[in-house]
């Protein structure tokens, strides 16, 4: 059965940066397209950014410049490297899976704040 695990959430004061992981089980790792979304508290889900099983990489613009999402295939981890942080960046981050099927991970909690 496959499972993502998002890990590395936490409190994080604004300039400062943050490392997320996604841990993939139960799915061939290497073929699927990974992503990152996120939702704040009242809005909708948004895309953050997506790296594909060649590792292409693509970001929205509220993150270009950065944000950096990387993969391992070696440990089935998909990771995004968190810079210059600010406070709308507070939110609920999810890790995405994609090759025909969809998977989720449960989120994990990113607050920007001082």
């Known amino acids: 059965q496959a499972q993502l695990v998002e890990s590395g959430g936490g409190l994080v004061q604004p300039g400062g940066s943050r490392r997320l992981s996604c841990a993939a089980s139960g799915i061939i790792f290497s073929v699927y397209a990974m992503g990152w979304y996120r939702q704040a508290p009242g809005k909708q889900r948004e895309w953050v950014a997506t790296?594909?099983?060649?590792?292409?990489?693509n970001y929205a613009d509220s993150v270009k410049g950065r944000f950096t999402i990387s993969r391992d295939n070696a440990k089935n981890t998909v990771y995004l490297e968190m810079n210059n942080v600010k406070p709308e960046d507070t939110a609920v981050y999810y890790c995405h899976a994609a090759y025909g099927s969809i998977y989720w991970g449960q989120g994990t909690q990113v607050t920007v704040s001082s």
């Open positions: 790296i594909t099983s060649s590792r292409s990489t």
